[in-house]
């Protein structure tokens, strides 16, 4: 399958072009306003085609595009895909707004092309084997989560996510939708209710760059989240909370494998041991499978719809100082 890469991001260079040739499949095309910018990456990762327009990928016989220019730019770039009849992995958040990520998930649902959202954290092998665990009732009844995925934003990629609004800047709309997806992966829900506070600490311009909610699920679970772009020596975690055991996972919300999980329970506490995949290539090998029309776990485009909602809930809270229903598309 060949793809190409629309924004030279990054991600795109770090992580999705070595995951897409690892899965078996080809990079043929980097897509970048910037010609120089677009031809640097190409000699770089050795990518035959760099091109200013995405137009001129439809005389390449592209079949799959990566999404990961500016979030306020996913929705033409996406509908332009559909309309080629290319499938779509997007980057999160979908897109700024909300209106504009449910036109996305139709554009493809009508065009007959596969859509999914590029939530690579469902893929850490402790999340998998988390979502195991809860699904068999291994801790009982689950009660609460607490979520923390505060980090440090380096400073090479810092640019408008502290600086532009617009463009989808900001911790909630960059990180709240991982933890709203990682937690729906891990519960099979979405909160119903959230209750925010944000803040800036200085890193970010106009907007927040540290935020905390309390999310309820239909279910009676409760969980805490964190959000944050200030805390160089902080450390991911996941806690589950049931009557029966707990889970906890450390270092586990990162983009690279890794981490450790460990269950408590009566009997005391053991580590549950984990892979080591590349989360990167999961997303693709899903996406390949999803392609074929066989199961896969990838995060589709309702499901990063659903997460771009709580993120907005979790921002109207903030705004609002109310608990807030979250509106789901």
């Not at 260079?13 to 897509?31: E, H, L, N, P, Y």
């Not at 980090?151 to 939708?177: E, F, N, T």
């Not at 805490?224 to 586990?252: K, M």
């Not at 990838?298 to 100082?321: F, I, K, R």
Request: hydrophobic share 45%; proline share 2%; aromatic share 4%.
């Amino acid at each position: 399958m060949k793809w190409a890469l629309i924004g030279a991001s990054t991600i795109a260079g770090q992580w999705m072009v070595d995951a897409i040739r690892s899965a078996g499949d080809d990079v043929v095309a980097v897509v970048s306003g910037s010609t120089q910018r677009a031809q640097a990456f190409a000699h770089t990762h050795q990518i035959e085609h760099a091109v200013s327009h995405e137009h001129a990928l439809d005389a390449l016989g592209i079949d799959a595009v990566y999404v990961s220019n500016t979030n306020d730019k996913h929705e033409a770039s996406v509908l332009r895909a559909a309309t080629a009849g290319q499938h779509v992995l997007c980057e999160k958040p979908l897109a700024v707004d909300l209106a504009a990520a449910k036109r996305m998930v139709q554009a493809c649902e009508q065009a007959g092309v596969v859509m999914a959202t590029n939530h690579h954290l469902r893929h850490n092998a402790a999340h998998r084997a988390m979502r195991a665990h809860i699904a068999s009732q291994q801790l009982g009844v689950v009660s609460s989560v607490r979520l923390s995925h505060s980090v440090y934003l380096p400073k090479h990629i810092q640019g408008w996510r502290l600086s532009d609004k617009g463009a989808g800047g900001g911790v909630v709309l960059d990180i709240a939708v991982h933890n709203a997806d990682s937690l729906a992966f891990l519960l099979g829900e979405y909160p119903t209710h959230v209750c925010a506070m944000t803040s800036n600490t200085g890193m970010a311009q106009g907007m927040e760059d540290n935020a905390m909610s309390v999310w309820r699920y239909a279910s009676g679970i409760t969980a805490f989240t964190h959000q944050g772009f200030n805390t160089p020596f902080a450390e991911t975690h996941i806690q589950v909370h049931g009557d029966q055991a707990s889970l906890h996972g450390t270092g586990i919300l990162t983009q690279a494998p890794g981490g450790t999980l460990q269950l408590t329970d009566a009997s005391g506490t053991r580590d549950i041991a984990l892979d080591s995949d590349n989360l990167y290539e999961r997303v693709v090998r899903n996406m390949q499978a999803a392609i074929r029309g066989e199961l896969h776990a990838n995060a589709d485009g309702a499901a990063g719809l659903q997460s771009l909602a709580v993120a907005h809930a979790v921002l109207a809270s903030a705004t609002s100082g109310h608990t807030e229903a979250v509106t789901y598309p």
